[in-house]
């Protein structure tokens, strides 16, 4: 059996020992004496919260707020934005187990964002048009065209579904498999998985015949035959996507506390030494690169519908950046930190295009340049470091009592 590894890569500090009796002999100064049992009960409750069933605690509450509290308390309006932060925030989860946890920058999770977006939206779109009929942008550029062959089998939504999901497995596992074995690591894999990102949006606009080129994907009527316009279904569309998020982080959750979670880290920290021990390196990675890939698929599925488009700035360069901002903004390392990153990032992007609408980018990311060069960890880290703060204080009041 494995032991189960904590929300961060960061080894747990040492809590400060002292006796009862030097507690009870030392000097009050006008205190209370310090209480042996509650320090060591704290300990023990700030262990618990910082180990994986606390966490599985903290996965729970999030369930809770984004099913429970939030449908309770915003609007319909608001409801949606949230809806579109936790597509983006699954993507997120996905780069905090390959970046934070494997050490692989991907700079290119626009693809697999991509490749379940426009599965989605080819799935909408023939939904819309019905039987028989065709796109719209297709008509225009060519009444006489018939549908592509590679476009029909969307009209099943179950097709979409299973698409949805093997697709980015397919293309994950030949990318992955090509890129670890040959060993490329580093700034030479961040600018490939980049690339890749660039070229395939580049591949999207060549192509308007067929994918609609940079205007995309949109004018969507029905999600799997239910009316978009009804707000009970941009609701129900919400819970789904809300609900998927869950479940992305349980399966990190499992993934960090497993042995192969242990191995990840390993081969960040150490990959010779992995290989030394007769583990494959590029086997583990790839495992992670095809989660993560799955992962960003479901998110970019989930947008279409909420967003009601999907075209190739959404699945680009700048796209996929902006997704690795929020995972580096919450803390890549931490469980927890992708999600807070990309809820935070987005919700600062809705917010702030608001109230200012030609700046509004700029002031973003003034906020991430502050946060990185203040909080390294990211948000996440936060209540590590305010718990070593008065850690440290009580050592310096406890020493200061016992002389």
Not at 74 to 94: E, H, P, Q, S
Not at 125 to 133: A, K, M, Y
Not at 208 to 222: A, N, P, V, Y
Request: proline share 5%; aromatic share 10%.
């Amino acid at each position: 059996m494995s032991t189960p590894i904590s929300d961060t890569t960061m080894p747990p500090e040492t809590p400060v020992a002292h006796s009862v009796e030097a507690d009870m002999s030392a000097p009050t100064n006008g205190t209370a004496p310090i209480n042996g049992a509650a320090s060591i009960n704290g300990t023990k409750m700030l262990s618990f919260l910082r180990g994986p069933w606390g966490s599985l605690l903290g996965i729970g509450l999030l369930a809770l707020l984004l099913l429970a509290v939030a449908p309770a308390l915003l609007t319909d309006f608001r409801l949606n934005n949230l809806a579109k932060y936790c597509a983006w925030a699954m993507v997120a989860v996905g780069i905090g187990l390959t970046w934070g946890r494997g050490g692989m920058l991907v700079l290119g999770q626009g693809v697999f964002f991509g490749l379940g977006a426009y599965a989605m939206g080819m799935h909408m779109q023939l939904e819309t048009v019905g039987d028989g009929g065709i796109p719209t942008f297709m008509i225009l550029y060519d009444p006489l065209a018939p549908l592509p062959s590679w476009w029909e089998p969307f009209r099943s939504g179950t097709f979409t579904i299973i698409a949805i999901v093997v697709a980015p497995i397919i293309v994950s596992s030949i990318l992955g498999f090509a890129i670890f074995k040959r060993r490329v690591k580093g700034a030479y894999f961040a600018i490939l998985t980049q690339a890749l990102a660039v070229a395939l949006a580049t591949l999207i606009t060549s192509t308007i015949k067929w994918t609609g080129g940079d205007t995309g994907l949109s004018g969507f009527r029905s999600f799997f035959g239910y009316d978009l316009n009804d707000p009970i279904n941009k609701r129900m569309i919400y819970f789904i996507t809300a609900a998927l998020l869950v479940v992305c982080m349980v399966v990190a959750w499992q993934l960090y506390r497993s042995r192969f979670g242990e191995l990840l880290i390993a081969t960040r920290d150490a990959e010779e030494r992995v290989r030394f021990l007769g583990h494959d390196p590029a086997n583990i990675k790839l495992v992670a690169f095809v989660v993560a890939a799955v992962m960003a698929s479901m998110g970019g599925a989930m947008f279409v519908p909420i967003v009601g488009i999907i075209s190739p700035k959404d699945i680009g360069a700048a796209a996929s950046i902006f997704m690795i901002a929020g995972v580096a903004l919450g803390g890549r390392a931490a469980l927890f930190g992708p999600v807070l990153g990309a809820l935070a990032i987005g919700y600062g992007q809705s917010t702030l295009s608001e109230q200012w609408p030609n700046f509004w980018i700029y002031l973003l990311g003034l906020v991430f340049i502050v946060v990185i060069l203040l909080i390294p960890g990211g948000i996440a880290s936060i209540p590590k470091q305010l718990s070593g703060l008065i850690r440290t204080k009580e050592s310096t009041n406890m020493s200061t009592d016992t002389k």
